[in-house]
Structure formats: structure tokens, C-alpha cells
């Protein structure tokens, strides 16, 4: 092995920062390949071809700027501790650089560097490097982490909740200005997450009203709307309520902000997880942190299906349990009614949605039909259903063409 690849090969094993890019499959691959003999050519080669065929499925070439890449996003006791608004001591700085330097210096590693002195002169898959100053990149990703984040919280704006926060790899893309109608509503949310965004009081929101009038577009457009501005949304379940607290302990120390977002949410009542979400709802200690709120929509304003049954029985105190049932919508800060729009606000909706996908239709045609559409589908006048009206109509053209 040559001075320069037994150099960076010892090196590595002092990684201390960013040892956690070990768990990513391209550099391991490299780290094995620039530890790997030369003397046993056929396992040497097997290794400069896993490396190569590992780096060709992220469908690049570039090792530089794959490299850097993974190290402006990687998690690690450094950012976490410089995002949180703490200072490093002086020794991890100076390791900070000195690793940073080293990753860079393996980032301009070229086929030629691994292939001298090799007795083989068939072709060899290659790659290609490029400039970049890792320090200097890596001084800027500190000063923007707040909007950009670290680690999973760069790989989407869009979390759910399975055994840990993970990411969603297609999220939904649903945008403020394909939403139409409801700009009261709308603008009661906005403002409520524009003031976490700049950390002023946000309140925990309740959004309530008839199916299919776009209750969790909001949410998630809003979601989409702001994530450039360090907004991230973690979806969960009913039955995930309990794991707020974790999931507010993960996310405490973190400069972005957070929506929890439970969609659908409604309760029978004597459900364990309405407890959890009264106690959260009424600022545990356990539940409070400056970075996030919780936004629920329902069918139900009061969140809990009453039954006449429910009115009756031995309960020395039924009245007062039936209102601490019914009052739990009013332990959210901000509720906001979405109701089903009458006939004139549905054909407004089918209007700008038709002029949104282009369609070419006159507007008494588009209205009759949208109309018809609303009666015939059962579902009745709603955002939901006149954004599947234009979709059948949008089809029916698709078809005849």
C-alpha cells in the first residue's frame, strides 16, 4: 500500500465525530477498499467493484459530491450540540476540522490512486471527483441548520411514527395555492405556524368539520409551504398518542420546528389513549417544548362519540364526567370549523380548480355538471369532491384524445 492510502487508512480508525458515516454503504465500502491488499489481487478488485457498483446505485459518479453530501447531513454530537445553541469545546472543534480535512481528502480519491501498482490492465470502472472545501461548506450548513436541520431531518419535511420518527420517501406534495375556499380558516393556521416559525406562543390546533372540506391538505400544505423555513411534520396515530412525550424528548434540543400531526381523530369514550392526550393537551411537564404544537383534524368538534347510554348509569358525578369528556376539543388553543360549503362556494372551488388544470369548458357547462357530479356521487358538495369531479372530467378528455 502506498504512503498516501496507508495514511488515510490509519486515519480513519481516529474518526471520532463522524464515525457514524460508517453506517453509510458507500463510504463502509470505500473504508474497506482503502484498507484493502493489494497482494491479493482478486479480492482486491472484488473490493474496488463493490465500492464502484454502491456508488453507481445513487445514481452518481461523483464521489466528491456524494461525500460531501453525506457529511453536511450526517447527525453527530458536534451539530447537535452547535445547533442547540451550545459551543463546542476547543477540542472537538479542532477535531471537527482535522476530520473534515481527511473526508475531503478521501472525497478526491480517483481510480488511479487505488489502481497504481496493480498488475491488471483490463478496464477498470471509474469515477470522477470535484472541487470543494468541506470546512467552508460545513461552516454555512452551521449557520443555516435551523432551516435545514441535520441527519433524517434533511432526507424529508414529511416524518411518521414506526418504532421511531422516520421519514416519508414521497410525501404529499399538496400546495396552499391549489387549496381554494376556506381562506379564513387557512389564514388562522398559517399565522398560528407562522409564529412558531419565529418563535413567538403557538397554540395546539383543532380542525373540525365535514369530511372532504380539507381539513389535512391545510396541515400538510401548510407543512410543505414553511419547510424551508426549518418546518417539519411528524404524522402519528390515535393509538401513538403515549409516544409524544419520546417523541418530544427527541426533538427538544432541535432548531427546527415541529408539527405533530394526528389525523382523524376521534374517541370512544373510555379509550386509554384519552387520557394520554388530555394530559398533553393540559402542558405535562412531560409535554412541553418551545419548537413544536400539535395539530388534529376530526369529523367531531367535540372529538368523542357520545352515546344516549353514556347518559345514563351509576355515576355518582355523570354530569361532570360527561363534560370533561366533551370539553376535550377546548383544551386545544385554536379550533377552526371547517363546515361543507353551499352551492355557491362548491362551483367557485370547481372553477378555480378547472382554470388550475387548464380545462377548457364554458362555466355554465362546468357548473351543471360539477353539480350533477356532487348529486349522483353521494358524497355531496365538497373541496374533496369537486377536486374528483375535475379528475373525472380531466380523464373523460384524456380518453377521447
Not at 154 to 162: A, G, H, P, Q
Not at 277 to 287: D, F, P, V, Y
Not at 351 to 368: C, G, H, P, R
Amino acid at each position: 500500500m502506498d504512503n498516501k492510502l496507508l495514511r488515510l487508512c490509519r486515519s480513519r480508525d481516529l474518526v471520532a465525530i463522524f464515525r457514524g458515516l460508517a453506517q453509510d454503504d458507500v463510504f463502509d465500502k470505500l473504508m474497506i477498499l482503502l484498507g484493502s491488499d493489494k497482494r491479493f489481487l482478486s479480492n482486491y478488485l472484488a473490493d474496488y467493484s463493490d465500492f464502484v457498483t454502491e456508488l453507481y446505485s445513487h445514481n452518481t459518479a461523483d464521489l466528491t459530491q456524494y461525500m460531501l453530501r453525506i457529511t453536511m447531513e450526517d447527525e453527530n454530537v458536534f451539530i447537535k450540540e452547535a445547533a442547540s445553541g451550545c459551543i463546542p469545546p476547543h477540542e472537538m472543534q479542532e477535531c471537527l476540522v482535522n476530520e473534515l480535512l481527511f473526508l475531503q481528502e478521501v472525497s478526491q480519491l480517483t481510480p488511479k490512486d487505488f489502481m497504481d501498482g496493480i498488475d491488471y490492465d483490463g478496464y477498470i470502472p471509474q469515477w470522477t471527483t470535484s472541487k470543494a472545501d468541506f470546512v467552508e461548506n460545513y461552516k454555512q450548513r452551521l449557520m443555516t441548520v435551523a432551516n435545514v436541520g441535520y441527519g433524517k431531518w434533511t432526507k424529508s419535511n414529511m416524518f411518521v411514527y414506526r418504532d421511531g420518527i422516520l421519514p416519508v420517501k414521497h410525501p404529499d406534495t399538496q400546495k396552499l395555492s391549489e387549496l381554494f375556499g376556506y381562506d379564513a380558516q387557512r389564514k388562522a393556521i398559517v399565522d398560528n405556524t407562522l409564529a412558531l416559525l419565529d418563535g413567538k406562543p403557538a397554540l395546539n390546533a383543532l380542525l373540525y368539520g365535514d369530511a372532504g372540506t380539507g381539513k389535512s391538505s391545510t396541515v400538510k400544505a401548510v407543512a410543505n409551504e414553511y419547510a424551508e423555513n426549518g418546518l417539519r411534520l411528524i404524522e402519528i396515530t390515535k393509538e401513538q398518542l403515549r409516544e409524544i412525550p419520546a417523541i418530544i424528548e427527541e426533538i427538544s434540543r432541535n432548531p427546527l420546528k415541529f408539527i405533530i400531526f394526528i389525523d382523524d381523530l376521534s374517541f370512544v369514550e373510555g379509550e386509554d389513549c384519552f387520557g394520554s392526550l388530555k394530559a398533553i393537551l393540559e402542558g405535562s411537564a412531560a409535554a412541553r417544548s418551545h419548537n413544536m404544537v400539535i395539530y388534529a383534524t376530526s369529523n367531531r368538534r367535540h372529538l368523542v362519540k357520545e352515546k344516549f347510554s353514556d347518559r345514563e348509569g351509576d355515576d355518582v358525578h355523570l354530569n361532570d364526567t360527561l363534560q370533561e369528556t366533551l370539553s376535550l376539543s377546548s383544551r386545544f388553543g385554536l379550533r377552526v370549523n371547517f363546515n361543507r360549503p353551499d352551492k355557491k362556494d362548491y362551483l367557485m372551488i370547481v372553477s378555480k380548480l378547472a382554470k388550475l388544470n387548464e380545462l377548457d369548458m364554458k362555466e355554465e357547462e362546468l357548473a351543471e355538471k360539477a353539480e350533477q357530479f356532487a348529486l349522483s356521487s353521494g358524497n355531496g358538495r365538497s373541496p374533496r369532491t369537486a377536486k374528483q369531479f375535475i379528475h373525472q372530467v380531466i380523464n373523460n378528455i384524456q380518453d377521447q384524445t
